[in-house]
């Protein structure tokens, strides 16, 4: 390795150490500063602390470790109430997706309630919990809890895969949420991302670099189960493929891993 890889080496090393540390402890001030009122005040408060935490969250990104995030296709967003089923490929998009949408929710795992105080502040702040061992019981209760708020005309985020997904990966769209669709009758908005290059899951890097998170032509209520699950998948696949180029020609250009690579391998863009 030359003196110039290990110097990139070590700055990319440093950068991704002081934003960690420097998230973190934003994250840990919001929690404990917001305390004294958090659970007094109305939910709108509650929402304005996340929003204010996921915008922190973006700054401290791009100004220690040069991952800017750049939003496209708001002109997509549908006024009022929506259901928003998004790619996940990292933690940013479980707080980059806030300040989106004018009053989002997200569906998360029933465990998180458990975490102490951070449990209790998604509680407060309307976010939908679901058992995911639960079977159909869980989704029709799921139901239930995203039409309680989409009446409130909020907007319910649910990431269809399940879980964090490596970019480039075969997609792996979970049937839950065609029937979540076909129960709340409200237009879907499919989103697309590549944040995965850049923050990859279970790893400590931060690369440089510029995050895409597109909103995507949404789906409109109605259409039968099946055809809306691959409707969905097909629209955000190929918008993900496209990002996933777009960053494999961009300068500088992220480590791929392994699943990317094959990716574009296929899509004879390697």
Request: one cysteine or more; glycine letters at 8%.
């Amino acid at each position: 390795m030359s003196a110039e890889n290990r110097r990139a080496g070590t700055m990319l090393f440093v950068r991704s150490l002081l934003f960690n540390v420097a998230f973190y402890i934003a994250t840990i001030f919001m929690l404990v500063a917001s305390l004294p009122f958090y659970f007094i005040l109305p939910q709108a408060f509650a929402m304005w602390v996340v929003r204010t935490w996921a915008r922190t969250g973006i700054f401290l990104l791009r100004v220690i470790a040069g991952t800017r995030v750049e939003i496209r296709g708001r002109e997509n967003i549908p006024p009022g109430p929506i259901l928003v089923a998004a790619k996940h490929q990292s933690m940013l998009e479980t707080f980059a997706l806030v300040p989106v949408f004018a009053n989002p929710t997200y569906v998360m795992k029933s465990q998180i309630k458990l975490i102490p105080i951070f449990g209790q502040y998604t509680i407060k702040a309307g976010m939908i919990h679901v058992d995911r061992e639960g079977g159909m019981a869980a989704l029709r209760g799921l139901a239930v809890r995203c039409r309680e708020e989409l009446a409130k005309g909020r907007q319910v985020l649910i990431f269809p895969e399940g879980t964090r997904r490596p970019p480039g990966s075969p997609p792996a769209y979970q049937s839950g949420v065609a029937h979540l669709y076909r129960g709340v009758d409200v237009p879907t908005l499919p989103v697309a991302l590549n944040s995965g290059l850049y923050w990859p899951r279970r790893k400590f890097l931060r690369y440089p670099g510029t995050i895409v998170i597109e909103c995507l032509p949404a789906i409109p209520p109605g259409l039968d189960a099946r055809a809306f699950l691959n409707r969905l998948t097909d629209t955000i696949e190929t918008a993900s493929d496209r990002l996933l180029v777009e960053a494999a020609r961009s300068r500088p250009r992220p480590p791929f891993p392994d699943s990317a690579e094959a990716r574009l391998v296929v899509l004879g863009a390697a």
